[in-house]
């Protein structure tokens, strides 16, 4: 369970909502800009990808 682990991780916030979740994670880790905490996980062997500008979109679950 990721984000049990993740959430254990001092400054780490997992971002993730709704009831059902899927193999998806969104967080971030204060002090560590996006682009370099992205690095970091990619080196670790871990597909990742993150957005820039601070874009969010949110689609209640019921709608897709």
Do not use: C, M, Q, Y
């Amino acid at each position: 369970h990721a984000r049990d682990g993740l959430e254990a991780i001092p400054g780490v916030h997992v971002h993730d909502r709704g009831r059902v979740r899927s193999g998806i994670v969104t967080l971030t880790r204060d002090g560590i800009p996006a682009a370099a905490l992205a690095a970091r996980i990619k080196a670790a062997g871990v597909n990742v990808t993150f957005l820039t500008g601070g874009a969010r979109f949110e689609v209640d679950a019921n709608v897709r």
